[in-house]
DNA sequence: GTTTTCATTTTGAGTGTTCAAAATATAGGG
DNA sequence: CCCTATATTTTGAACACTCAAAATGAAAAC
């Protein structure tokens, strides 16, 4: 049975591999992420090739075997699933529920996840917007592009806030900016890295670009 | 923060002192419920110790401090308030939720759990009939004896089953042996290490010493 | 009061994960 | 083509927990 260390490495490296979309995801990005030594994460890659999660390229990175990122996909649906139930059903906010589902994912048995899936009537995305993988390991693709980019007079939907910082997603949910709203570009300066929008049926307001690019929306 | 290990000490440290009603506790006690060896058992006692949860005499036994007193009542609250959830919220079978609290008690908040609280309605037992600790880490005492010890003719009120034994549960609940239910001692054989009860509403059936043991009833 | 038995402790070692700091490789800029 | 900045790897050590097996202590049996 794989560690939570293990996990959380096979989680990660699988988030990198999807947001970068690239095969291998280099060293440092992975110490980064997971808040250890680069040479922590070079150790542990190597245990991981031993055990059959991943190819390890000294100098270029690591790469998901098929085994790897099955598990990776699980600990998500976990992840996922349980940050849906501790603000679904629980009533946890939205910006405390990463650091929870953090632990429990590592806990919660495969009979237990299933039954809190059916519990909560399956859901496909969980709080912050993202998609649940199935109990199969297929986890529908995004093609959603980041609030940054989008031009002027442009309306769009809220997919997801790509970001657990508490401090952020409280932000957020201040200015309505949550999963399913509809909001409108309404200018956009270039020069002072901000743009101003409106959530639909709110007072508009502007936003920073470091901000708007963790904001994913489709159009 | 205290490891799963400490807790599952502390835990189970507890359970014995309250189940021998003796302040000190013998090694092999410990070694044998947590199943490791021994000398595991010793030298962890000596780690406890010099982290201020407990008092070890060589030779005799540990017995908890305060500190070790209320982080095991801590841990013994979330294990059956957990359980509970797992039947009540999401229909799990009492004979399988044990494995699964022993993993989740390690891994929720006091957040999470006093939320869980709240949702099931402040429960004051759990499916075994066993009492949950407080918040603040008072648990009631039972002065329940074992169906064992009851002479013929008795009836009385199943207080809790002492036993997480799948196979037993089981057992226990075809025959609906379940915390609440009203029974009456039949007759009694004492060579025969064995009994004849019936459970109020069903077919007497009988029900040898040793699994009597396991089933606190109060007259 | 000695011997036997049993519980407990000690010893030595191993696993998995981590860090700090030194060593090394590589890619770009000069 | 060399040099330097940066990413990565290596090294050596530590921590928490564990086991197997040998040593020891204390209680029970004789
Ligand atoms: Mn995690
Ligand atoms: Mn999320
Ligand atoms: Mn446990
Ligand atoms: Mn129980």
Same mark, same amino acid.
């Given at each position: 049975?794989?560690?939570?260390?293990?996990?959380?490495?096979?989680?990660?490296?699988?988030?990198?591999?999807? !947001?970068?979309?690239?095969?291998?995801?280099?060293?440092?990005?992975?110490?980064?992420?997971?808040?250890?030594?680069?040479?922590?994460?070079?150790?542990?890659?190597?245990?991981?090739?031993?055990?059959?999660?991943?190819?390890?390229?000294?100098?270029?990175?690591?790469?998901?075997?098929?085994?790897?990122?099955?598990?990776?996909?699980?600990?998500?649906?976990?992840?996922?699933?349980?940050?849906?139930?501790?603000? !679904?059903?629980?009533?946890?906010?939205?910006?405390?529920?990463?650091?929870?589902?953090?632990?429990?994912?590592?806990?919660?048995?495969?009979?237990?996840? =299933?039954?809190?899936?059916?519990?909560?009537?399956?859901?496909?995305?969980?709080?912050?917007?993202?998609?649940?993988?199935?109990?199969?390991?297929?986890?529908?693709?995004?093609?959603?592009?980041?609030?940054?980019?989008?031009? !002027?007079?442009?309306?769009?939907?809220?997919?997801?806030?790509?970001?657990? =910082?508490?401090?952020?997603?409280?932000?957020?949910?201040?200015?309505?900016?949550?999963?399913?709203?509809?909001?409108?570009?309404?200018?956009?300066?270039?020069?002072?890295?901000?743009?101003?929008?409106?959530?639909?049926?709110?007072?508009?307001?502007?936003?920073?670009?470091?901000?708007?690019?963790?904001?994913?929306?489709?159009?």
């Amino acid at each position: 049975m794989p560690s939570s260390t293990v996990e959380n490495y096979l989680k990660q490296i699988l988030l990198i591999t999807l !947001e970068r979309e690239e095969k291998v995801v280099p060293m440092g990005l992975i110490s980064e992420s997971l808040d250890v030594t680069p040479g922590t994460a070079t150790s542990m890659a190597k245990n991981l090739e031993k055990e059959g999660w991943l190819c390890y390229e000294p100098r270029r990175g690591v790469s998901l075997k098929p085994a790897g990122r099955k598990l990776g996909l699980n600990i998500l649906r976990r992840h996922r699933l349980l940050e849906t139930f501790l603000v !679904e059903t629980l009533g946890l906010d939205w910006s405390e529920i990463h650091e929870e589902a953090e632990e429990l994912e590592h806990a919660i048995s495969e009979k237990v996840l =299933e039954r809190l899936d059916d519990f909560l009537g399956r859901p496909r995305h969980d709080p912050h917007g993202h998609p649940i993988p199935t109990k199969g390991g297929v986890m529908q693709r995004k093609k959603s592009r980041s609030l940054v980019g989008c031009k !002027e007079g442009l309306s769009v939907v809220i997919e997801s806030i790509d970001d657990q =910082e508490r401090n952020f997603l409280k932000f957020a949910r201040s200015r309505h900016l949550l999963p399913g709203k509809k909001i409108k570009i309404l200018s956009r300066e270039e020069e002072a890295d901000a743009m101003e929008i409106r959530v639909e049926g709110k007072m508009p307001f502007s936003i920073g670009f470091e901000a708007a690019r963790k904001i994913l929306v489709s159009v």
